[in-house]
């Protein structure tokens, strides 16, 4: 795990749609609200330039992130991004506060390597078919990966990895396979080539 992000917010008191879009037009703030343990939601605000740097990064999604409100640090994570759905604007936040000493549910990108040279793709000129793009699990703050790596160099035509194939991190937990064997989901497929079947007969 790389380390942690730091932020700065500003509390606010100005609520409401038309508050928070004269923040995002006139300050080049984002407004969020900061959720969970046994304290009351707190709204702020954060600079919008600031973020958009994190945001670049993808670890910003799931790592840890030290919160400085008005010169109080607390530690979060990003729960929520909701964004223009025409324009590059994030429209606001939620951030989870978090403890160190107790685990947490959150979601982590998947990383898919050797798709190009995979036996499937390479040699059996498959298709790569992408059923999950992150994965949700429960660890401890701490063991919180900055993704997950599906390795696809020996996976061959018809082959269907699961959650149960992934090498997860030690203390990383899938929330899914906690269910049961029924939610084992499906999250990567090699598809066979269009009139494979038929070439393989020929």
Known sequence: ???????????????????SRRLRRLAAQVPAVIYGGNVAPVSVSVSANELMKHLEHEAFYSHIISLNVDGTAQDVILKDVQRHPSKPVVLHLDFLRIDKSTKVHTHVPLHFINEASSK???IQGGKVVHNLTQLDVVCFPHQLPEFIEVDLANVEVGTILHISDLKLPSGVVSTDLQKGA???????TIQKPKGGAEGEEA
């Open 1 to 19: 795990m790389s380390e942690d992000f730091k932020l700065d917010a500003t509390a606010r008191n100005d609520l409401g749609k038309g508050a």
């Open 120 to 122: 499937g793709v390479k």
């Open 182 to 188: 029924d939610h084992d989901l499906a999250v990567v």
